[in-house]
């Protein structure tokens, strides 16, 4: 019989908050230290002063004490050590209550084990007239004292009782599995009832719903990659197959993530206008389309202010920081609609997008001031003369000697140049063109194409560092884009991310070669997401010849073998036909079938009259086949007589 069982809730109760507990400890014991010890700890090992000054703003960000003391953390500091006092007080109940793991006569009827008889008679007399159900009525408790009084009694009078008690543990024998319910026992008092029923509905009808429908409505809200639904269709109505760069900031600032969770208010108006002014003074602004939407021109405004490195107004600073911790997460989406849409030249422009928003730069900025404290002044230097260097990537392959705009620079600076070189990518791309197990390709075969890249700045065995990027406020890693497309077409044919850290990265695309023969090109670009100008065009050429040239196909002796072996369910089948042929020939030859044979049914006669016809069909066309070749023999002999007489 099950009954209610306060020890075995108290266990229950410590697991379940054991499984809160730990994780809960765990992550405000690592707040707390992170407090403490955030300023001796470096996040990453900086490589230049600006990316030193990037890192300790991360770090005073995390450790601040408005960022870290969160409602949520406050609530869920004081949840957790309200369970911490329930664990201990439960614990300790554990402990005190032994009566799920023991049956002790003794301490039922609270003597100790050294009593005598007449200790142990009066005890039991005692508590029987205590807890007798006549003077208890309905109260299972004290029914259920009674019970175990009166066991606890027979253990310790009765031989038999006590021998079973000691050997098994209970005064009745070796018992079956008990099952208790984990509930506490004050469920079963009857004043409780109306309590726990209006929990229990408040539970059941409001809460569980509650939860359930919030969930089901802000889950339906979102895609596969976690982008909401209502950002695609932004997106998809915002970018085309002949779209420009400038226009990438109002789509990404139109994201549903931005208009639904950014609140604009009338103080931000005085801000927002200085910035549109600042803006349209310098002409990298192009004019809005939705230019009536708060929420659209709110976050498109400050994605120009980072682009063109204009100050953001503080009361602002937030509401920028919230666009870029989501910009790069939201990019990859625009870029998965565009390589959907096959757009070639939009995919790229999205990748180009997604350079400018790490570097903090935009489409009249040189790729030179991506090189530490540079300025406009110092990339005039550079690009000009007999020699100029006019990308940072030419800048880094050119002879340190004839490197220009480093004459002002103090040590400290010309080292930061110096280590932002090394850290910058120099790649080599070697591209593979294959069909699998052919030498040759022909119409709509499978191609893979396969690209090998060796970062050659990234030493053996070791893997690239973070990017470096001061104005991106976040730690970012840098990902190659492998694109094969036709750009006099615009045609993406396939694409692929390539997110490998070590030196040498390979990645492979596959698509269908052309219908028809012929020689055909392809572009081929592996473009980088996180600097700018450092990406790579190449064209391949392929022969596709017609697919009847192809030779034919001849499989291998071992495969035909292989083939030719019959299958399990061949096999069977075909024992079952021998055992069932060999039964006939013994029936047919047997006398003890043939009297049974009137027994049979008539598909069973007819079946076997058929068998029996083929089989003497069978010796017949055997015996005209001998006689055959007797009378050739026959014939042939006499031949051979004739000639000899002759």
């Given at each position: 019989m099950l009954e209610y069982d306060d020890s075995a809730f108290y266990y229950f109760m410590i697991a379940c908050c054991t499984l809160y507990l730990v994780p809960a400890t765990y992550h405000i014991g690592k707040t707390f230290s992170w407090v403490i010890f955030s300023r001796r700890v470096t996040v990453a090992k900086a490589r230049t002063t600006l990316e030193k000054v990037k890192m300790d703003r991360i770090a005073t960000e995390k450790?601040?004490?408005?960022?870290?003391?969160?409602?949520?953390?406050?609530?869920?500091?004081?949840?957790?050590?309200?369970?911490?006092?329930?664990?201990?007080?439960?614990?300790?109940?554990?402990?005190?209550?032994?009566?799920?793991?023991?049956?002790?006569?003794?301490?039922?009827?609270?003597?100790?084990?050294?009593a005598e008889m007449k200790e142990i008679k009066k005890a039991y007399r005692k508590m029987s007239l205590q807890f007798h159900p006549d003077k208890n009525k309905n109260n299972p408790q004290a029914e259920q004292m009674f019970m175990k009084i009166a066991k606890a009694y027979e253990a310790l009078t009765d031989e038999t009782a006590a021998e079973n008690w000691k050997k098994f543990?209970?005064?009745?024998?070796?018992?079956?599995?008990?099952?208790?319910?984990?509930?506490?026992?004050?469920l079963l008092e009857e004043k409780n009832h109306q309590s726990i029923l209006i929990i229990y509905l408040i539970v059941l009808v409001v809460v569980i719903p509650s939860v359930v429908c919030t969930w089901y409505y802000k889950s339906k809200q979102y895609g596969d990659r976690m982008v909401m639904y209502d950002s695609y269709?932004?997106?998809?109505?915002?970018?085309?197959?002949?779209?420009?760069?400038?226009?990438?900031?109002?789509?990404l600032g139109g994201s549903a993530e931005y208009v639904n969770k950014m609140q604009y208010e009338k103080s931000d108006n005085e801000d927002l206008s200085t910035l549109y002014k600042a803006l349209k003074e310098e002409g990298r602004m192009q004019k809005q389309k939705y230019d009536?939407?708060?929420?659209?021109?709110?976050?498109?405004?400050?994605?120009?202010?980072?682009?063109?490195?204009?100050?953001?107004?503080?009361?602002?600073?937030?509401?920028?920081s919230y666009i870029q911790s989501k910009s790069m997460h939201l990019i990859e989406a625009m870029i998965e609609l565009s390589s959907t849409m096959r757009w070639l030249q939009t995919t790229k422009n999205i990748i180009e997008f997604s350079q400018f928003m790490t570097q903090g730069l935009w489409l009249k900025d040189s790729s030179l001031l991506q090189i530490p404290h540079f300025t406009q002044q110092e990339v005039k230097h550079a690009a000009s003369g007999?020699?100029?260097?006019?990308?940072?990537?030419q800048f880094a392959k050119a002879d340190p000697e004839t490197r220009k705009g480093l004459q002002k620079f103090s040590d400290e600076e010309i080292a930061d140049v110096e280590a932002f070189l090394k850290i910058l990518p120099d790649v080599d791309v070697e591209l593979i063109v294959a069909v699998n197990d052919e030498e040759q390709i022909a119409e709509s075969d499978l191609i893979t194409l396969e690209m090998v890249l060796t970062r050659k700045q990234v030493p053996d065995k070791e893997e690239v560092g973070l990017v470096h990027s001061p104005s991106f406020p976040f730690v970012k890693k840098e990902s190659w884009w492998l694109l094969l497309g036709d750009d006099d077409s615009n045609r993406l044919f396939a694409i692929q991310k390539c997110s490998g850290q070590c030196k040498?990265?390979?990645?492979?695309?596959?698509?269908?070669?052309?219908?028809?023969a012929g020689t055909y090109s392809?572009?081929?670009?592996?473009?980088?997401?996180?600097?700018?100008?450092?990406?790579?065009h190449r064209t391949i050429k392929i022969e596709v010849i017609p697919a009847s040239e192809l030779p034919a196909y001849e499989a291998h002796p071992e495969d035909l073998e292989l083939d030719n072996e019959p299958t399990l369910f061949e096999q069977v089948m075909t024992g079952n036909l021998e055992d069932d042929t060999e039964s006939d020939v013994d029936d047919d030859s047997s006398d003890d079938e043939d009297s049974d044979y009137e027994q049979l049914t008539e598909a069973q006669k007819r079946k076997r009259k058929d068998r029996r016809r083929r089989k003497k069909e069978g010796d017949k066309q055997e015996g005209e086949e001998e006689g055959d070749d007797k009378k050739e023999d026959k014939d042939s002999d006499s031949d051979d007589e004739t000639k000899k007489e002759k």
């Open positions: 450790s601040s004490v408005k960022k870290v003391f969160s409602w949520f953390f406050v609530i869920n500091c004081f949840v957790c050590l309200g369970t911490w006092i329930m664990f201990v007080y439960m614990f300790m109940a554990v402990g005190e209550n032994k009566d799920i793991a023991t049956f002790d006569p003794f301490q039922i009827l609270g003597l100790s084990s050294s543990g209970n005064p009745d024998g070796r018992q079956a599995m008990e099952v208790s319910i984990g509930l506490p026992t004050f269709h932004f997106y998809r109505h915002m970018l085309s197959e002949h779209v420009t760069l400038k226009l990438m900031p109002e789509t009536k939407h708060p929420q659209m021109v709110k976050s498109n405004l400050l994605l120009h202010a980072y682009l063109t490195q204009i100050d953001v107004p503080p009361r602002l600073e937030a509401d920028l007999k020699k100029p260097l006019k990308t940072a990537i040498v990265v390979t990645e492979k695309i596959q698509f269908m070669a052309p219908p028809r392809f572009d081929v670009y592996v473009m980088n997401d996180s600097y700018m100008e450092v990406d790579i």
